[in-house]
């Protein structure tokens, strides 16, 4: 086992942790779930921890004036999936962060950090991105919509730089006649990291046609068919 040197710090509020995250190499600390074996096993390297769990703002889930949700950075996947706003509007996402690990590690991980993370299965990404999640990083800057769903730098390193940390997800609206659901496959039914995930979103027209239809997937990527010829077709997931 390393054995590394760090200083911790729990700042009140986002603009201290903003100008604590700036300061050598830290990372932001919302859950741990992640980050704890990470720097144990020598995969990521800090100098200094900074907990965003004092901060209220990052892990409050609050309703937006236009119809949207608000879900804190630091929000447990357990709050989240129990929110009776997410749960009603947001099925997908509920499902989702019911499936991150076991009990104890739902109390803790949080939504802001499966993002940051980085990981191609992670079971929160897909259902973000069907539900046009938006988001600012804690320096403030706003990512694109639907920036969730742009790939990523490469595995373990996100689009808005993890060192920063995220506000957290910005979910948009509902729309009427919309409806969203969340499936993985893995070897064991629990605690298991998906070998494939799939986030799906429907929306009907007024006459009950398809208006809009969004899938996204979660620990796959494209690879040419064997049996097919080099030109027959681009790509198939697997």
Avoid at 52 to 75: F, T, W
Avoid at 163 to 175: I, K, M, Q, T, Y
Wanted: one cysteine or more; hydrophobic letters at 40%.
């Amino acid at each position: 086992m390393l054995v590394r040197n760090f200083i911790y710090v729990a700042p009140p509020s986002i603009e201290d942790a903003i100008g604590e995250l700036r300061r050598g190499e830290a990372r932001p600390l919302a859950g741990g779930t992640d980050l704890l074996p990470q720097l144990r096993e020598g995969r990521r390297n800090a100098d200094r921890i900074v907990d965003l769990k004092r901060i209220a703002d990052l892990s409050a889930i609050r309703p937006l004036a236009e119809g949207g949700v608000a879900i804190g950075a630091a929000a447990s996947a357990t709050s989240v999936a129990r929110h009776d706003l997410i749960a009603a509007r947001y099925p997908a996402i509920a499902a989702s962060a019911r499936l991150l690990g076991s009990v104890q590690v739902q109390n803790r991980a949080s939504l802001g950090g499966n993002v940051c993370n980085a990981s191609p299965s992670a079971d929160v990404v897909p259902a973000l991105i069907c539900h046009e999640a938006d988001a600012h990083d804690c320096g403030r800057q706003r990512s694109p919509p639907d920036a969730a769903g742009e790939p990523l730098c490469r595995t373990g390193q996100d689009r808005a730089a993890s060192r920063r940390g995220v506000d957290g997800p910005l979910l948009a609206a509902v729309r009427q006649r919309s409806a969203t659901t969340y499936l993985r496959f893995t070897p064991r039914r629990e605690m298991d990291i998906a070998i494939a995930g799939v986030a799906v979103r429907i929306d009907l027209a007024e006459d009950r046609s398809i208006a809009r239809a969004r899938i996204a997937l979660a620990a796959v990527g494209p690879t040419r068919c064997a049996p097919c010829p080099p030109n027959a077709c681009s790509w198939a997931t697997g």
